[in-house]
């Protein structure tokens, strides 16, 4: 089971990371705008991996229990009150 999250959150950030890869434009990196996006693509990924679903299924699920919001509002918290001090 563990490697089938592990394998799963790799292709989630490897995801992630592609699309960033694909951009035309070129911004300076901004680890406060990448993270949430990295965080998410991993999570989703662990998530295909444990329950045996392609990453599309997975990344619709988390969308409707709201794992998206959650974790761009954690990363946000956690930027504002521990990054910033």
């Known amino acids: 089971m563990w490697d089938q ?3 799963g959150l790799v292709g989630g ?3 992630s990371l592609s699309g960033l890869a694909k ?3 070129r911004e300076n990196f901004d680890l406060k705008k990448m993270a949430p996006t990295v965080i998410i693509a991993g999570v ?13 299924m997975a ?3 988390t969308l409707a229990i709201a794992v998206t919001v959650f974790v761009e ?4 918290a956690f930027w ?4 910033k001090k």
């Open 59 to 61: 990344a619709n699920g």
């Open 13 to 15: 950030l490897a995801i």
């Open 44 to 56: 989703v990924g662990a998530i295909a991996g444990w329950q045996g679903l392609d990453y599309g």
């Open 80 to 83: 504002r009150k521990i990054v």
């Open 5 to 7: 999250i592990v394998t």
């Open 73 to 76: 509002n954690a990363w946000k």
């Open 23 to 25: 951009k035309e434009s």
